[in-house]
């Protein structure tokens, strides 16, 4: 918990380590702004501190065009999330499509109960939060692709172009072309058909030691880690077929991802997934006080700082793999999921709707649990050397 003083002091010094965990309204100028933001100090009695963007949204402020506060990493999970308020903003924040009565029910409570949960914890609705959510993502892709407003709208979870630039409008009293007019292009994807845009994380990110976990594990055909640093796989979310690579911006701190636009009607959920994948919410300065004690029996140069815990894209993948991981090594594990994945899964598709990805190790589609189902996949999956 931070107290307003100590939040002034981290803006003063532009503390990319707490970007995310709080947001200063500033009073003077109508914006607000991420801890980080390298615009000029602002008077303390003219700042107020926010725990959420929607929160300063909500009290009638718009985000910051210099230090862009939808770039700021997302708030650290729960370690349990038994709180009901905070399962369904984290819900929320990993694009659910689900409706609010739908989120009251899944949670065991009436619509009333949860809204009153949620605006005592958050200290807007339900709604107002999801609205934030959006308006940040479309923001995002308005300044960096050169994805049209129809598209953006989509991406964002809008049915139609006018709702989203009517919500745009209310909520940041400009024009969705405003920013498109403006747009630095700096995360503009280099191929024809993708796009590009930036997640920060809070330093330090010890990018290379995850890169290393990941490319001993990636599954032949589905993901690779190239000598560049670039992770890069085949994605699947419910009928949308599509690739993604990210890249390491350290100057930024931050994660370049590039989408194909094949996936742009589920992008909420591949930027929560990579996300998830990259552990790009964690708070460092929490993990480095947890392992305190650890640290101080090692010695200095086995203190690596920036740690993160990869996660894993897709959830059913993950439960394959750790099947397929009992009791052989990683390396054999890693050999098996590539076999199951060309045996069990799909080509990836060459058609209209899905140009083939610019990396030519990525050929397959990673197997649906579907394909598990058949009469005869014992009997195959016993030949692959799994039974």
Known sequence: MLDDETCYQ??????????????????????????SCPAKLPKRENCTFFATAAEAEAA????????????????????????IAERVAFQIRNGTSSSFASLARESGVSERHLRRVFEDRFGVSPMQYRTTCRLLLGKSLL??????????????GYSSTRRFEEAFQASYRMAPAHFRKNASGTGRGTAADSFSLTLGYRPPYSYDLLMGFLSLRGIGGVESVGEDGIYRRVVRLGDAVGWIS?????EKCALKLTVSTSLVDVLPEVVAKVRWLFDTDCDPMAIEAALGDFYKQVTPENHIPGVRVPCSFDGFEMAVRAILGQQ?????????????????????????????????ELVTVFPAPEAFCADDAPQRLGELGVI
Request: with cysteine; net charge neutral; proline share 12%.
């Open 143 to 156: 300044t960096e692709t050169k994805l049209s407003i129809p598209h953006v709208a989509r991406a964002c």
């Open 328 to 360: 052989i090594t990683v390396k054999a594990a890693t050999t098996l999921a590539g076999r199951v994945a060309a045996a069990f899964g799909e080509p990836y598709p060459q058609d209209s709707a899905h140009a083939a990805p610019p990396f030519p």
């Open 10 to 35: 981290i803006i003063s010094t532009n503390d990319r380590r707490f970007d995310g965990l709080f947001f200063v309204g500033v009073s003077s100028t109508g914006v607000y702004c991420r801890a």
């Open 246 to 250: 990210v890249e390491h911006l350290p």
């Open 60 to 83: 009638g402020y718009r985000p910051c065009l210099k230090c862009r506060p939808e770039l700021a990493p997302g708030t650290p999970a729960a370690p349990e999330l038994t709180d």
